[in-house]
C-alpha cells in the first residue's frame, strides 16, 4: 500500500516516527555524525529504508533491492552522495520517495521503481547532480513517476520512463539541465502552473501529451 499525501505525492508512513537509519549496501558509506562508522543497517525484516538529515558518502552506494519489494524514503537530507561513482536505489515495486533532499554522484543516478506491482518514483523539492540520471516507475494506470519543483543537472543524459499505462507528471517548476532529456510515458503531463525548463535537447515520447495546451 502507498501512502500518499493530499497533492498525491507518496510519504512515507512512519514520518511521524523520528528513526535517522542510514542504509546502504556498501560497507564502506559513512555519515555526518558517525565518522567511518558502517551504514549497513538495511532493516530487512521490514523492507524499508529510511534515511532523514543525514549524508551517506562512497564509491558505489546501493540502496534498496533488485530481487525485493522494498520501500525507499529520503527526506530533508543534505546529500546522499557517492563521491566517485554511482548511486542506485531499487525498489522493484515499491516507492521510492526523495523529499527536500540532494543526491549527488559522480557517474550515474539510478532511480528504479519498475516491477510486476505497482512502484512509484516521487521527487519533491529534490537537486540531483551526476553525469547521467535515469528514473523508471511503473503503475497499470495514473502517477508512476512524479516530479515536483525539482531540478536534475546531468552532464549527458536524463532519462525519465513512467512504463506502462501510467502517467509522468511535472508538478511547479521543474529544471532538466542536460546534453539530451528522454521522456517517456504512456501520459506526460503538466499540472497547470508549472513549468518544465529543459535546457538542451529533449525527446518526448508518449500518447497524451498534457502540456503547452488549455489545462495544463
Do not use: C, W
Request: charged share 20%.
Amino acid at each position: 500500500e502507498i501512502a500518499l499525501d493530499e497533492d498525491g505525492f507518496p510519504i512515507d508512513p512512519e514520518s511521524d516516527v523520528a528513526d535517522d537509519t542510514d542504509n546502504a549496501d556498501n560497507g564502506a558509506a559513512t555519515d555526518d555524525a558517525g565518522g567511518d562508522d558502517s551504514v549497513d543497517r538495511k532493516g530487512q525484516s521490514t523492507g524499508s529504508y529510511h534515511l532523514a538529515g543525514r549524508k551517506v558518502s562512497a564509491d558505489q552506494v546501493t540502496i534498496g533491492s533488485a530481487n525485493t519489494t522494498t520501500r525507499i524514503y529520503i527526506r530533508n537530507s543534505s546529500e546522499v552522495a557517492a563521491v566517485a561513482g554511482a548511486l542506485q536505489m531499487l525498489s522493484k515495486g515499491g516507492v521510492i520517495s526523495i523529499d527536500a533532499s540532494t543526491l549527488r554522484a559522480t557517474s550515474q543516478i539510478i532511480l528504479d521503481a519498475s516491477g510486476t506491482h505497482t512502484g512509484v518514483v516521487g521527487l519533491r523539492d529534490a537537486t540531483l547532480n551526476s553525469s547521467v540520471i535515469k528514473a523508471r516507475a511503473f503503475a497499470p494506470a495514473g502517477d508512476a513517476l512524479i516530479i515536483d519543483g525539482s531540478t536534475l543537472n546531468a552532464d549527458q543524459l536524463i532519462q525519465l520512463y513512467a512504463e506502462g499505462t501510467s502517467t509522468l507528471r511535472f508538478r511547479n517548476q521543474v529544471t532538466l539541465n542536460t546534453n539530451q532529456a528522454i521522456i517517456a510515458g504512456k501520459t506526460i503531463e503538466v499540472d497547470s502552473g508549472g513549468n518544465v525548463s529543459v535546457r538542451g535537447k529533449a525527446d518526448i515520447y508518449t500518447d497524451s501529451a498534457n502540456f503547452n495546451r488549455s489545462g495544463y
